[in-house]
């Protein structure tokens, strides 16, 4: 059974950090494309920030860009999302994704608020 479980979310000051967590279980974790995507509240998802199955290789929005960085450990199966400076734009639902092929997985979400 495919799993992708979110957490780390909460309440932030504008200014602060935050570290999100996905655990991936039930797939082929090191073969696929890990990405963090979040809606806001009357918005559309939007894409975060996305990393390549080896890790070599990580893009993001450019509403993020060197503030949010993105990791992923083959050993835990687990992709984190580092968030600094965070600002009241930043408060949405975050979501963890999982692609390959036809195959995309989709956690639960996070809720963070800044």
């Known amino acids: 059974q495919v799993q992708l479980v979110e957490s780390g979310g909460g309440l932030v000051q504008p200014g602060g950090s935050l570290r999100l967590s996905c655990a991936a279980s039930g797939f082929t974790f090191s073969t696929y494309l890990m990405s963090w995507y979040r809606q806001a509240p009357g918005k559309e998802r939007e894409l975060v920030a996305a990393i390549t199955s080896a890790g070599g290789t990580s893009n993001y929005a450019d509403s993020v860009k060197g503030l949010f960085s993105i990791s992923r450990d083959k050993a835990k199966n687990a992709v984190d999302l580092q968030m600094n400076a965070m600002k009241p734009g930043d408060t949405a639902i975050y979501y963890c994704?999982?692609?390959?092929?036809?195959?995309?997985?989709w956690g639960q979400g996070t809720q963070v608020s800044s």
């Open positions: 994704h999982a692609i390959y092929g036809f195959q995309s997985y």
